[in-house]
């Protein structure tokens, strides 16, 4: 039996019909492969089980790959008013599984949706993704009760977001997810995907917060201010950017580089000098 989701027209002939086109200054890549999305979907864990909070649904895409993979209920946050018809068609044939909230991401407050606990699931806008993430860690570290995040990135952020001391692209985002989450690369997603096709490939990327790590890290913040401070001169030895500091007491001697100090020394750093 065709579901109403099943009997929508496809993505992009419901934008053609709408005169929807991507939006630069929302930094919006638009996906419309239905193997891709179902795939993104189908990784959420307990997506029947969990309300699913989507970022940047655009032309709803995502959405309805989540609504059909059985998601209990997609709260879909999107800027761009513009797809408003497009969306309220995907309400309709959603038997109220679906919420549009028309608001700003960095801005709306996750606490007031009224959900107890929640899955995130997100195309994220390549403009803002990083600073969402760092967002969504922060609310981890604090409490809030994600369960998990599925999220598209460019390759490049998800290669930092998921490196470890040593790798090149060992840095801020790598240490602030470890403390908090486990993650882990699911797979590779290739610019011919996407409308726009961008410059660069993406790939999906999964945090999962581990309890134990979040209880033993302090203050998030002020290992923050410690990551920006020695990852913003990674080139340099550390005791050149930090003067004064007894690096002995951490195991160092100084001449070290931001890259080579793991995640549980920047802990240590951040609980003693800021």
């Not at 864990?45 to 989507?54: A, F």
């Not at 018809?85 to 608001?103: E, H, K, T, Y």
């Not at 998030?220 to 004064?244: C, D, H, N, W, Y």
Request: proline share 6%; glycine share 8%; charged share 25%.
């Amino acid at each position: 039996m065709t579901t109403k989701l099943e009997s929508l027209p496809p993505v992009s002939d419901m934008m053609r019909e709408c005169g929807l086109e991507p939006k630069k200054q929302f930094g919006q890549n638009f996906l419309f492969d239905l193997n891709l999305t179902g795939r993104i979907a189908r990784s959420v864990p307990d997506i029947t089980k969990l309300p699913v909070v989507e970022v940047g649904p655009g032309p709803a895409g995502l959405t309805r790959a989540l609504l059909l993979a059985g998601a209990r209920r997609v709260i879909a946050i999107e800027k761009d008013k513009t797809t408003q018809p497009i969306l309220s068609r995907v309400v309709d044939a959603s038997d109220g599984r679906l919420d549009v909230i028309f608001d700003d991401a960095l801005k709306v407050d996750f606490e007031k949706l009224g959900v107890k606990e929640y899955a995130i699931c997100a195309n994220l806008p390549y403009n803002v993704g990083t600073e969402l993430l760092i967002g969504w860690l922060h609310k981890m570290a604090n409490g809030a009760p994600i369960k998990s995040m599925t999220l598209m990135f460019q390759r490049e952020v998800a290669q930092r977001i998921v490196a470890r001391p040593g790798d090149a692209q060992y840095g801020r985002l790598s240490v602030l997810t470890s403390l908090i989450a486990d993650a882990k690369i699911l797979f590779g997603v290739p610019s011919t995907a996407f409308v726009p096709r961008p410059r660069v490939e993406s790939a999906v990327v999964q945090i999962i917060p581990n309890a134990k790590k979040i209880k033993s890290i302090g203050d998030l913040s002020k290992i923050e201010q410690v990551t920006a401070k020695l990852f913003g001169q990674r080139r340099k030895m550390i005791r050149g950017i930090m003067p004064g500091v007894d690096w002995l007491r951490f195991g160092l001697i100084g001449t070290e580089r931001a890259e080579e100090l793991s995640p549980e020394t920047f802990v240590k750093i951040a609980k003693i000098v800021v």
